[in-house]
């Protein structure tokens, strides 16, 4: 940013854009000040979104569910740790129903789904039917079917449904989405993103509820937390099996099922060694039965859509390699590009010819009006902040009834990348029809999120 004229430029983008987002929500009558918030699902994922649950005056942990005892002991301590009144609790005798007592019996404005995969689409069902609003952990559901059927049960019941989707809150991400607004970018044409990030250590562990990474080689039933049931998805599945940290902001930037939608999709998979690799190398693993385990998730699924508005959007699962963490997101216009890998960033005619930039200049200038209001309450939340922000736009979006931000258009339409991905590999990397959940109302339907700094 060394040119003064560009350097204006810049800065009345940015200036244009805190202004011009403001923009009133959609707040019905009749909001709540407190809501009766219960949790099917209180392993690790549940007791992190525990932790901001109970840190909020406008919430009462109101009811806990979980089959596994030590799992629903840990988040009934959180609770009582918090000197928050000791919620009721399901799940002790290990019924894997038991879930549908609280959702009868609890009273409950809301429930917070995080339990394995295969079991969201089911209770979010159940939940919308029984009129309790669904913060649902990513994913929406495993097959197509799975998708349609929330899908249909959310329109009919009209429970409101949002994925809780938590990279859409990022800093860096948010700014990013300031900034496309405000055209810092052009008119985008290529988006990249994903889930890359090493799960050896998660998917395979020693079984011991002490340590939920590492330690073994173990999963399914001898397996602890995600070794459980997160393994088991690839020795069966190859996909894009979590797309939703990439494609979420993407879609947002791109104003996917507000305006423009996915037309096309392909999915390419590499070979699976990681996996097994992993298991040989660790101390004893090699005679391990687990070393004779077949896994047919590539470990790297590379997924390419479509947009209606002519952009390309580029995914890559990554969860079974050694890596340092990352979500690659590239966002590129006619103007130029960001890449979080190395937080940089490149605009044409501001930044010197050919050279990036470091982001933090235009990260600290176009920061969201949701960073800029609750930065301080956000640190020490899970996941560098997000974490906050998700519970938060649930939360606020229920008190005020006001539609989710991430509502069950993008849910559905985000999740459904898996299924379909599967499909596509299955039929030898064919490209494939991408479906309208929206049936049509993409092109009238506006973009909401992050518009008022609340949601
Ligand atoms: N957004 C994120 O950053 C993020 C991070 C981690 C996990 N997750 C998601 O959160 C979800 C949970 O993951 P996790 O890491 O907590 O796994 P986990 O295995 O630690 O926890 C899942 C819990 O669900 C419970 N459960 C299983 N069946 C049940 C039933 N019928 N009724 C009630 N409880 C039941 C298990 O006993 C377990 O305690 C997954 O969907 C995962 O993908 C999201």
Redesign the pocket.
Known sequence: MDKQLNRRTFLSAGATLAGGLMLPAAHAAGSKERLRIGM???????Q?LLRELVRRDDVEVAAL????PI?LGRALAQVEKAGKPRPQTF?EDRD????RRMLDTAKLDGVII????E??AKMAIDAMQAKVAVGC???AGVTLQDHWDVLNTQRKTGTPYML????CYRRDVLAVLQMVRAGLFGELVHLQGGYQHDLRAVKLNGGDPRQ?VGGGVEFGAKGW??A???TDHSVQRNGEL?PS?GIGPCAMYTNINRGNCFTRINAFASKARGLHDYIVKQPGGASHPNAKAKFKLGDIVTTTLSCENGETILLQHDTSLPRPYSLGFRVQGTDGLWMDLNHSIHIEGVSKPHQWEDFKAYQDKFEHPLWRAHAEKAAGA??GGM?FFVIHAFIEALKAQAPMPIDIYDAITWSAITPLSEQSIAQGFQTLDFPDFTDGKWRTRKPIFGFDGRY
């Open positions: 099917i699902g209180t392993g690790m994922r549940g992190v569910c979980d089959i596994e799992m799940g894997p129903h038991a879930y995080a339990t394995p995969w079991l969201h952990e990513v994913v809780l989707e938590n990279v939920a937390s995600e459980k049931w997160r979590y940290h899970g996941h974490d």
